[in-house]
């Protein structure tokens, strides 16, 4: 059986030695050090990831558990308009998880492959045993230049609403996992797809960087709760509404497998979470140069919708279809539901 520091020490042997102008120092003692660079920000966000709550491993493979786990950190930098640049991981491990060699070795393949192609180094983290259930803590560290990251609360009236990507597919797989799909990783297929857009997200970090680099939206949010329930952060943050227009909302093909109507669908589009697209507002003189960063990035982007004024008597966001409000709670995910 390995112990912790066995467990430690394979972590260590896989991170990549780094030196740079702001790494004085990353594993070895009680804390990494980072020297501070005058005309930039820190940004710092971390996402707990729980098992039987936020993943399964009786369909999860650990190499892409091990990229997710990175993937939903970085998805957070890239929407505040950042560079992610290091990473800390804490892991609870129940004790018949620890003994298993090939599940770590795996995992950390995942997570590792995902940091290289991000340029990001792992500096730290902690592992300790856990009664019953793997719990893993996923810290990003990233910086933008002073006063340019991309918050929740600078949308402005006349903004348009921009989307990357497609929503649902996640939620899509998500529904075919618990039907009892699985990864066959060597089939193309629709289901397939939707299955590795839950389990493998991809985090739009070169694209939110250069959104914030370029300072070309007023405000951003990475869709992992919901478009809906993300959307209203934007509108609650920034003391505005928004109008989203369906028949201009980037639906995945996969939502097709789960749903019978186009009810469903949009309600499933919405509703779904875990996403990880990058929806932004930003002035509507700026689309041209917006479509065409996406375009370089190898990303879709579509205008959605449009920010309005507050009405403190209406939901934050309304769905028109075909000119009709259309009678669509905006919800999302709520861990304190499960």
Same mark, same amino acid.
């Given at each position: ?22 790494? $004085?120092? !990353? ?6 050090? *980072? &020297?501070?660079?005058? +005309?930039?920000?820190? #940004? ?108 929740r609360g600078g949308a402005r009236v006349g903004d348009g609403i921009y989307l ?6 996640? $939620?899509? !797989? ?6 009892? *799909? &699985?990864?066959?990783? +060597?089939?193309?297929? #629709? ?46 943050e920034s003391d505005t509404a928004a109008i989203i227009d369906l028949e201009l ?90």
């Open positions: 059986m390995q112990s912790e520091f066995d467990l430690i020490n394979r972590i260590r042997n896989r991170v990549v030695n780094h030196s740079g102008a702001d790494l $004085a120092l !990353g594993i070895g003692d009680d804390t990494a050090i *980072l &020297r501070e660079q005058s +005309g930039r920000e820190t #940004l710092i966000t971390v996402d707990l990831l729980v098992e039987e709550i936020d993943f399964k491993l009786e369909y999860a493979p650990p190499r892409w558990l091990g990229h997710k786990v990175l993937a939903v950190s970085l998805s957070d930098i890239a929407a505040m308009g950042g560079a992610p640049r290091y990473s800390l991981l804490t892991l609870g491990i129940p004790k018949l998880r620890l003994q298993s060699e090939d599940f770590w070795e795996e995992f950390f393949t995942g997570y590792f492959a995902l940091a290289a192609q991000e340029g990001v180094t792992l500096i730290g983290g902690d592992i300790s045993s856990a009664p019953d259930r793997l719990t893993i803590d996923s810290f990003v560290i990233g910086h933008c230049p002073a006063g340019r990251a991309v918050r990357t990507g497609t929503i649902g597919a996640a $939620a899509t !797989g998500l529904k075919l996992l618990l039907q009892g *799909l &699985r990864v066959h990783e +060597g089939e193309k297929s #629709l289901s397939q797809s939707a299955i590795r857009a839950h389990l493998r997200p991809e985090a739009r970090v070169g694209f939110g960087k250069l959104v914030g680099e370029l300072n070309l939206a007023h405000a951003m949010i990475d869709v992992s709760d919901g478009l809906g329930q993300d959307l209203a952060h934007i509108c609650e909302l980037p639906v995945a093909e996969e939502v097709k497998l789960v749903v019978e109507n186009q009810e469903e669908a949009f309600s499933l589009a919405i509703c779904g979470g875990e996403d990880f697209e990058l929806l932004l507002t930003a002035g509507m003189d700026l689309e041209d140069r917006l479509m065409a960063v996406a375009e370089n990035c190898g990303l879709a982007l579509t205008r959605i919708g449009e920010i309005t004024k507050t009405d403190k008597n209406l939901n934050p966001v309304i769905f028109h279809h075909h000119g009709n409000v259309k009678p669509i709670l905006a919800g999302g995910y709520d861990h304190f539901s499960i």
